[in-house]
C-alpha cells in the first residue's frame, strides 16, 4: 500500500510454466506510464524456470500449495495473502502470463475508474500476436473484430482474462458475498467474476486504449480446446446463475450462437442438395447479398493488415474456421448438457 495515500495498484499473474513469456509480461507492467506498486507472479505447480526467471526480472513470486483448482484457485490463494493489507480505494491488476500490455494500459484503466465510480472492473480489448499460420490469421481476424465490436458498441460483456482491473472494494464484496474472490468451480473464471460483480450492481468497461495482445493457438487441437472450455464455461456459468436481469443478455447470446450453428447447417445442407440434383442458379438478389457480407468480411478485417484483409477476402478460410468453432459449440453444448466431468486445459 502507497504511503502518500495514493491508489495502489497490485498486479497478479497466474503463470504454469510460462519460462517463455514470463519476463515479457513483466516487463509489458514494468513498462507501464503509470508505475504499478507491485508485481506477484503465482506460479502454479511449474515444473520449469518460471519462478527463478519471474524473480530475476523483479517479480515477487507466490507458489500455491496443494492448488488443484487451476486458475481460479492460484488466483484465490495469493489474495487471501495480498488483499488483508490494501485499501478499498486500491485495486488488483489480475492478468495472463502469456500476455503483453499498451504502455498507457494502467494508466487508462486508473482514469476509467476515476471517472466513473460505479465500474467495478476495466477488461482488456485483446488482440493476438504476430500470426504465424492461416489458423492462428483466422484467430487474429476474429479478435481485430472482438474489439470492433466493443468499440461500437461500448458493452462489456466479459472482463477478460488476458487483463482486467478490479477494485479491491468490488472484490471484497464478491468474497463477502460467498466466501471466495474466483469461483474454484468456473472453467472461465473471467466471464464467472464479471457476473459476480454486475450482480453486485457494479459496471465493467473495457476502454479500446487498454489493449493486451497475447498468444494464438497454433493447431486446431489447442484451439478446439480452448474454445470447448469457453462456451462449456459459459454455459456453466449462465446455469450457476439462473436467469435474471443481469443474465438475459447473456442467454440472449447463447441463443443467438445456437441459431447462427442451426442456419449454417441449414445453409450448407440446401447448398449440397442443390448442387447433388442440379438446382443451384444464379439469383441476382442473392448475389448482392453474397457482395455485402463479402465486404462486411474485409472492412471489419481491415484494421489486421493486408493478410487479414487478404483471409477475408477470399471466403472460404474463413468459412471453414467458423465451421469448426460452431463444432466446438455444439460439443460444449453436449457436454455440458449431458453434465460430463469438465476439464481445464492450460494453452
Known amino acids: 500500500m502507497r504511503t502518500d495515500g495514493g491508489t495502489s495498484v497490485i498486479a497478479v499473474i497466474p503463470a504454469h510454466n510460462e519460462e517463455k513469456g514470463i519476463v515479457n509480461t513483466i516487463r509489458s507492467l514494468q513498462n507501464q506510464s503509470v508505475k504499478v506498486d507491485r508485481i506477484v507472479v503465482i506460479s502454479d505447480n511449474s515444473t520449469d ?102 468499440d461500437r458498441s461500448s458493452r462489456t460483456m466479459v472482463l477478460s482474462g488476458t487483463a482486467a482491473m478490479i477494485r479491491v472494494k468490488a472484490l471484497r464484496q464478491v468474497q463477502e458475498s460467498r466466501g471466495t474472490y474466483y469461483d474454484n468451480t468456473a472453467l472461465t473464471e473471467d466471464m464467472e467474476i464479471g457476473l459476480a460483480l454486475k450482480t453486485l450492481g457494479w459496471k465493467l468497461a473495457s476502454p479500446v486504449s487498454c ?6 493457438m497454433p493447431t486446431l487441437k489447442d484451439l478446439h480446446n480452448q474454445r470447448v472450455r469457453w462456451y462449456r464455461g459459459a454455459f456453466e456459468n449462465l446455469k450457476t446463475y439462473g436467469l435474471t436481469k443481469v443474465t438475459l443478455v447473456y442467454w ?12 449454417m447447417g441449414l445453409y450448407l445442407s440446401l447448398t449440397a442438395v442443390a448442387l447433388i440434383f442440379g438446382g443451384l442458379t444464379f439469383n441476382l438478389l442473392w448475389a448482392c447479398v453474397g457482395i455485402i457480407f463479402w465486404l462486411e468480411r474485409v472492412v471489419t478485417a481491415w484494421d489486421n493488415g493486408w493478410r487479414g484483409r487478404l483471409l477475408a ?6 468459412l471453414l474456421y467458423d465451421i469448426f468453432l460452431q463444432s466446438s459449440f455444439l460439443k460444449a453444448l453436449y457436454l455440458s448438457v449431458r453434465n460430463k466431468t469438465a476439464v481445464w486445459h492450460h494453452a
Open 49 to 150: 524456470d518460471t519462478v527463478s526467471l519471474a524473480r530475476e526480472a523483479g517479480a515477487v513470486v507466490y507458489e500455491t500449495i496443494e492448488n488443484i483448482y487451476k486458475k481460479a484457485g492460484a488466483l484465490n490463494q495469493a489474495l487471501e495473502i495480498i488483499m488483508p493489507v490494501l485499501d478499498d480505494k486500491d485495486m488488483i491488476f489480475a492478468m495472463d502470463a502469456d500476455t503483453s500490455l499498451s504502455p498507457s494500459f494502467i494508466n487508462d484503466a486508473l482514469n476509467t475508474m476515476i471517472r466513473k465510480p460505479n465500474v467495478g472492473g476495466v477488461g482488456a480489448v485483446f488482440v493476438g500476436r504476430e500470426p504465424e499460420n492461416i489458423l492462428e490469421l483466422a484467430q487474429s481476424n476474429e479478435y481485430v473484430r472482438y474489439s470492433r465490436q466493443i
Open 211 to 216: 489493449q493486451a495482445t497475447t498468444d494464438l
Open 252 to 263: 440472449g447470446q447463447q441463443v443467438m450462437l445456437g441459431v447462427s450453428v442451426t442456419m
Open 313 to 318: 477476402a477470399t471466403i472460404l478460410p474463413e
